[in-house]
């Protein structure tokens, strides 16, 4: 058995464990990551990028679907739309690979040993590959966890056949003529809507009372009258069951209590996402966890010295930059710079049709905290781009201390306003008040002249509205 010694081994090669490697190396500390298999993990390979990519591609569809149907008030008109869906499987494809190939390369040319199997602990300092080649072993002063996180499987409808997750979803040779989608969360929605947008017709089944629950009704309702308006089926408040007996559909406990059946060619099963622990080894430690995810403390440490865990295996937010941040500090605490978490704010978008965009504490969440707090909100619909946009849904609010008119939160709900996330971020990691944003010059016509008139409006002198 071969071994290799190391200052830090990351184990899984996601955004949090190659983003970790990649900053070690940079900072001198010999570095191994292992990953058991592809490089860039959920995120890159069966994630975020994919997921956007086919979003793109049905926005794409849908514009032209609306041209054809004369719906377009600015006189746009084509002829019937055809989509190439296994070119557009093949063209995501392309994307995550060559995306793949940028993290090898940068993990390279930051000199980190890469490993390919799957790793479990033998102790603390130890870890054991299962690689092509028979078992490594690879001794290390710290070890990383950074394993991810899985689609969680209903009992009722395990994964196989019609009954998908969503990386299959992401790998469809055809857009199926009905889906049903039963978790109406971030995953959900955005591929429901993606696949509406296609042509399947979509149903969705969500167990809360309404969609996207970790998001407050203002800026989820846009979303749910867009689904209306794609002819989207939502059922909230209702229980997926099992098949239909016949198959070819799905048993489903509405709200009322009565059981329906949904035909659906594919069930595209997003309840959730589980940590990523088993055939680790984890039995060989002493860990204490959170539930099924692995208790971190402020600087990712674990229960047991020299062992830090970040990304989705320590829970929610699973988020891929925050696996990012988190692998960035952990790697400069192992090269012994002073670090600790200390971030504001974990920006979250649901990249829905419109979008949502929540950085920091939303005013329910002031309210809970006994934050006294003034917000002001400013609509898309006097927002001259999102107008030339056609894109009038939807608004910004920005949530600040009554007392200092700090930025505390800034929230947003528009068609592609994801982009303005980064703004949002920045205001509320520089400790802004409101009128460092209303005193800066927001470039005319942009959506994110919107941020500025929100934090006017709650400074009390919004000029637009
Ligand atoms: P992962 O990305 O899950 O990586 C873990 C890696 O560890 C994997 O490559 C796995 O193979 C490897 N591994 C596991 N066990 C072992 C082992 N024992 N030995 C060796 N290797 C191992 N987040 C966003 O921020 N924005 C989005 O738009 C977004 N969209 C998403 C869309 C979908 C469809 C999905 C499924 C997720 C999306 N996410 C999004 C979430 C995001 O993908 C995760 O938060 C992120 O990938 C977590 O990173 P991670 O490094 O913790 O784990
Ligand atoms: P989620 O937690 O966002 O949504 C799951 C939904 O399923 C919830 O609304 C829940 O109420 C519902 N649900 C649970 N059990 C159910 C049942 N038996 N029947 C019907 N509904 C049920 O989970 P997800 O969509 O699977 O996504 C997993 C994680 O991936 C998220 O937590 C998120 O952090 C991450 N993600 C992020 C993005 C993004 O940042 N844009 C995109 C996709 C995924």
């Given at each position: 058995?071969?071994?290799?010694?190391c200052k830090?081994?990351?184990i899984?090669?996601g955004?949090?464990?190659?983003?970790?490697?990649i900053?070690?190396?940079?900072?001198g500390?010999?570095?191994?990551i292992?990953e058991?298999?592809?490089?860039?993990?959920?995120?890159?390979?069966?994630?975020?990028?994919?997921?956007k990519?086919?979003?793109?591609?049905?926005?794409?569809?849908?514009k032209?679907?609306?041209?054809?149907?004369?719906?377009?008030?600015?006189?746009?008109t084509?002829?019937?739309p055809?989509?190439?869906?296994?070119q557009?499987?093949a063209?995501k494809?392309?994307i995550v690979?060559?995306?793949?190939?940028g993290v090898?390369?940068?993990l390279r040319?930051?000199?980190v040993?890469?490993?390919?199997?799957?790793?479990?602990?033998?102790?603390?300092?130890?870890i054991v590959?299962?690689?092509?080649?028979?078992?490594?072993?690879?001794?290390?002063e710290?070890?990383v966890?950074?394993?991810?996180?899985?689609?969680?499987?209903?009992?009722?409808?395990?994964?196989?056949?019609?009954?998908?997750?969503?990386?299959?979803?992401?790998?469809?040779?055809?857009?199926p003529?009905?889906?049903?989608?039963v978790?109406?969360?971030?995953?959900?929605?955005?591929?429901?809507?993606?696949?509406?947008k296609?042509?399947?017709?979509?149903?969705?089944v969500?167990?809360?009372?309404?969609?996207l629950?970790?998001?407050?009704?203002?800026?989820?309702?846009?979303?749910?009258?867009?689904?209306?308006a794609?002819?989207?089926?939502?059922?909230t408040?209702?229980?997926a069951?099992?098949l239909?007996a016949?198959?070819?559909?799905l048993?489903?406990?509405?709200?009322?209590?009565?059981?329906?059946g949904?035909p659906?060619?594919?069930?595209?099963?997003?309840?959730?996402?589980a940590?990523?622990?088993?055939?680790?080894g984890?039995?060989?430690l002493?860990?204490?966890m959170?539930g099924?995810?692995?208790?971190?403390?402020?600087?990712?440490?674990?229960?047991?010295r020299?062992?830090?865990?970040?990304?989705?295996?320590?829970?929610?937010?699973?988020?891929?930059?925050?696996?990012m941040?988190?692998?960035e500090?952990?790697?400069?605490i192992v090269?012994?710079?002073?670090?600790?978490w200390?971030?504001r704010a974990?920006?979250?978008?649901?990249?829905t049709d419109?979008?949502?965009?929540?950085?920091?504490?939303?005013?329910e969440?002031?309210?809970q905290?006994?934050?006294?707090?003034?917000?002001?909100?400013?609509p898309?619909?006097?927002?001259?781009?999102?107008?030339?946009?056609?894109?009038?849904?939807?608004f910004?609010?920005?949530?600040?201390k009554?007392?200092?008119q700090?930025?505390l939160?800034?929230?947003?709900?528009?068609?592609?306003?994801?982009e303005?996330?980064?703004?949002?971020s920045?205001?509320?990691?520089?400790?802004?008040?409101?009128q460092?944003?209303?005193?800066?010059?927001?470039?005319h016509?942009t959506?994110?002249?919107?941020?500025?008139e929100?934090?006017l409006?709650?400074?009390?002198?919004?000029?637009?509205i």
């Amino acid at each position: 058995m071969t071994e290799i010694t190391c200052k830090l081994a990351v184990i899984g090669a996601g955004p949090g464990g190659y983003v970790c490697a990649i900053r070690a190396g940079q900072l001198g500390v010999d570095t191994v990551i292992v990953e058991s298999g592809k490089l860039g993990g959920s995120c890159l390979n069966v994630g975020c990028v994919p997921s956007k990519a086919i979003i793109h591609v049905a926005e794409e569809f849908e514009k032209l679907a609306d041209a054809v149907a004369g719906k377009t008030p600015f006189g746009l008109t084509a002829a019937r739309p055809a989509l190439d869906f296994k070119q557009a499987v093949a063209w995501k494809d392309g994307i995550v690979h060559r995306l793949n190939n940028g993290v090898a390369a940068l993990l390279r040319k930051a000199k980190v040993k890469i490993v390919q199997g799957h790793a479990h602990f033998r102790d603390g300092k130890t870890i054991v590959v299962e690689t092509e080649t028979g078992p490594k072993t690879i001794k290390a002063e710290t070890v990383v966890i950074a394993t991810g996180s899985a689609p969680i499987e209903l009992p009722s409808l395990p994964f196989g056949g019609a009954i998908i997750s969503s990386t299959a979803a992401l790998a469809l040779p055809e857009v199926p003529k009905s889906m049903v989608v039963v978790g109406g969360g971030y995953i959900g929605l955005e591929l429901g809507t993606a696949f509406a947008k296609l042509g399947s017709k979509v149903s969705i089944v969500e167990a809360q009372e309404r969609i996207l629950p970790l998001y407050d009704i203002e800026l989820t309702a846009p979303v749910a009258r867009r689904l209306t308006a794609l002819g989207v089926k939502v059922l909230t408040g209702a229980r997926a069951l099992g098949l239909t007996a016949q198959g070819g559909g799905l048993r489903v406990e509405t709200a009322d209590g009565q059981e329906h059946g949904l035909p659906a060619d594919k069930i595209l099963v997003t309840v959730g996402r589980a940590p990523v622990t088993a055939g680790l080894g984890l039995e060989q430690l002493v860990l204490d966890m959170d539930g099924p995810f692995i208790r971190i403390g402020q600087r990712c440490e674990t229960s047991m010295r020299g062992i830090y865990a970040i990304g989705d295996v320590t829970g929610e937010p699973m988020l891929a930059h925050r696996a990012m941040a988190q692998g960035e500090m952990v790697s400069e605490i192992v090269a012994g710079l002073p670090r600790a978490w200390d971030k504001r704010a974990v920006p979250a978008i649901c990249f829905t049709d419109p979008e949502i965009v929540s950085v920091g504490l939303s005013p329910e969440q002031c309210r809970q905290a006994g934050i006294n707090i003034k917000t002001g909100q400013f609509p898309f619909a006097a927002n001259g781009r999102a107008m030339t946009r056609h894109g009038e849904t939807g608004f910004v609010r920005v949530v600040a201390k009554a007392e200092d008119q700090r930025v505390l939160g800034i929230q947003a709900v528009g068609l592609g306003i994801s982009e303005l996330s980064a703004a949002f971020s920045l205001a509320i990691e520089m400790g802004s008040v409101l009128q460092d944003i209303a005193g800066t010059i927001h470039a005319h016509p942009t959506l994110g002249e919107a941020m500025q008139e929100a934090s006017l409006k709650a400074l009390g002198h919004a000029i637009h509205i």
